[in-house]
């Protein structure tokens, strides 16, 4: 089985700009969570999307935006962006369906996001 | 009270000796407590989870150790490798709440 992939690997944006990053999970896996990962701040959550739907949320401002599709891939948008949000962007799959982090959850590589 | 404190920030171990990572919470709705082994350009991988009706859980050489009523989990890696040598992450969870990190243990392991 495939693990989780993102893409791109690797973006390099300026200030003010937005980005979009995309996220596959697992086969058969229906929710997808966001991360983002800082040597200051470690790992935080952003959101976690089940069946198309915002399920849970970080406590990360409205700049930062995520939606699921119906084969549950997912993407996150960051607009206007800040030096700030550079960071490791992680995605993680997992089969739960009663909501809650309580089952496993499937890291991808993550996106290294770089706001000049 | 959301805050997950993992200590030390780093830890280097000889091989063959027992790695030892602490983490302490606050909120007492969090049920789940895994841990996540991290290595350089990979996304972090769990590692073993316990909750919170048991003292401690065991699989190969990694071990947590669980104290409810001090608030406090811990992971012991027995006989520690140099493959070992990664960055460690506690975290807490409940049900339909969100998941709280600890800000990781880099552990190296002496050859």
């Known amino acids: 089985k495939a693990g989780v992939t993102q893409t791109p690997r690797y973006l390099i944006k300026t200030r003010g700009q937005q980005v979009t990053l995309s996220c596959s999970p697992i086969s058969g896996h229906r929710s997808v969570s966001w991360y983002q990962q800082t040597p200051g701040q470690g790992l935080q959550f952003l959101f976690e999307?089940?069946?198309?739907?915002?399920?849970n949320k970080g406590n990360f401002p409205g700049r930062f935006s995520g939606r699921q599709f119906s084969n549950s891939r997912s993407e996150m948008n960051v607009s206007t962006l800040e030096l700030g949000d550079s960071a490791l962007y992680l995605c993680a799959s997992s089969q739960t369906s009663t909501g809650g982090f309580t089952d496993t959850q499937y890291f991808g590589p993550g996106t290294r996001l770089t706001v000049l | 009270q959301q805050q997950v404190k993992q200590s030390p920030q780093s830890l280097i171990v000889q091989k063959g000796g027992i790695s030892i990572i602490n983490c302490a919470y606050e909120n007492t709705a969090f049920d789940y407590f895994p841990w996540y082994q991290q290595f350089p350009g990979k996304g972090p991988a769990l590692l073993i989870a316990?909750?919170?009706?048991?003292s401690e859980k065991k699989e190969g050489r990694f071990t947590i150790s669980f104290n409810k009523s001090a608030k406090q989990f811990s992971l012991h890696i027995m006989d520690s490798q140099p493959g070992d040598s990664a960055t460690y992450f506690c975290?807490?969870?409940?049900?339909?709440?969100?998941?709280?990190f600890g800000k990781g243990t880099r552990l190296h392991i002496l050859p």
């Open positions: 999307y089940f069946s198309e739907t915002q399920r």
């Open positions: 316990i909750r919170p009706d048991v």
């Open positions: 975290a807490a969870s409940s049900q339909d709440d969100k998941i709280i």
